[in-house]
């Protein structure tokens, strides 16, 4: 089943510039992620949030959590052409629950 | 290194030919899991273990088969292969109660 729905489905930036990706979710959560995939290659964690906390930072990368609206965004600041990949944010719901994927956010960034 | 290994990372093969698709990590991880990825629906997950012997069904199981003999390998086999099987498959493994998952490079299967 999936979990994670992100908006916008593709979006296209200048170098420079800031990207922001949304992902809403359906049910309870136990920590949401996000991923980023270069393609057709494997996916690589970037930061995990966890239900109790409501913003994390890492390097470039800023992701909140809003478990009132079941949703998340992922901000990535001051972006270059190597962000240029797909992002994706999973969720899990605690337990030995599996980790379920959004479809992702296709993001270009044009030097 | 820390990694997770498939292998093969690209394979053609005829409808009804057995093949099993070989996954193994070295991070002493408890939990694996494969996936399939086709455009426009995302990462859709097959199956996936807690445990050495301990699997369950994903999303799409239907074609496939696991098992969990080690820790370190989690094998996905397609008894009999059709083409609706054509797809993009990761297998990926994290520590128990962490859910970080590590992915590994992809096999991209062609069914013919």
């Known amino acids: 089943s999936q979990q994670g729905e992100e908006d916008p489905q593709a979006l296209s930036i200048q170098e420079g510039e800031n990207a922001t990706m949304n992902c809403s979710y359906k049910t309870s959560i136990n920590n949401l992620q996000w991923y980023r995939q270069n393609s057709g290659r494997g996916l690589v964690h970037l930061i995990l949030i966890r239900s109790n906390e409501r913003e994390k930072h890492s390097g470039r990368l800023r992701v909140t959590l809003d478990t009132s609206k079941k949703s998340s965004s992922l901000l990535i600041t001051a972006s270059r052409a190597a962000d240029t990949a797909s992002y994706f944010c999973a969720t899990d719901e605690g337990g030995n629950t599996p980790l379920v994927f959004g479809k992702g956010t296709r993001l270009s960034v044009i030097a | 290194e820390a990694q997770v290994t498939q292998n093969p990372r690209y394979l053609i093969t005829v409808t009804g030919k057995k093949l099993t698709v070989t996954c193994s990590q070295n991070?002493?991880?408890?939990?694996m899991s494969w996936y399939r990825q086709d455009p426009g629906l995302g990462l859709r997950q097959i199956y996936y273990s807690m445990n050495v012997e301990v699997t369950d069904k994903g999303d799409v199981p239907e074609g496939y088969k696991v098992s969990r003999k080690e820790k370190r390998n989690f094998p996905l086999i397609l008894e009999s292969p059709s083409p609706n099987q054509t797809s993009l498959y990761f297998c990926?493994?994290?520590?128990?109660?962490?859910?970080?998952?590590?992915f590994g490079s992809g096999t991209r299967l062609t069914v013919v």
């Open positions: 990926a493994s994290s520590l128990a109660g962490v859910k970080g998952y590590t």
């Open positions: 991070m002493n991880h408890e939990y």
